[in-house]
């Protein structure tokens, strides 16, 4: 979904879902597994286009690789809250809320 909405091939407020039936009713049967494939393992490899700047697999030597889809590293400063993002974030609200209420019941 990320790479789709960067490419503009989806808009900026589409959810995974709409995302979805969008690229499913444009791209051909016959090419979407090889699509899919492509994405995923572009999106484990390119700087630009990782969740967070940060490639599962950068390549050897450290240097970074430019973009073939043409991108550079342009995220704002918040980090993208896909999956593992979200899920951070989740946590650190729940471990204040436990802060906060352990405080409240220390004074009481």
């Not at 490419?7 to 995302?19: D, H, I, K, L």
């Not at 973009?67 to 993208?80: D, F, I, N, S, T």
Request: proline share 6%; aromatic share 4%; with cysteine.
């Amino acid at each position: 979904m990320r790479i789709a909405k960067t490419a503009g091939w989806v808009g900026p407020g589409e959810t995974r879902e709409s995302t979805y039936a969008i690229l499913n009713a444009v791209v051909e049967d016959h090419v979407k597994m090889d699509l899919h494939c492509l994405l995923v393992k572009h999106g484990k490899v390119c700087h630009a286009c990782a969740a967070n700047g940060k490639p599962q697999f950068p390549p050897e030597g450290g240097g970074k690789l430019k973009c073939p889809m043409g991108r550079e590293r342009v995220r704002a400063e918040k980090p993208y809250e896909g999956a593992g993002g979200a899920k951070k974030a989740k946590r650190k609200r729940k471990v204040k809320d436990e802060k906060e209420e352990e405080n409240r019941v220390k004074t009481d």
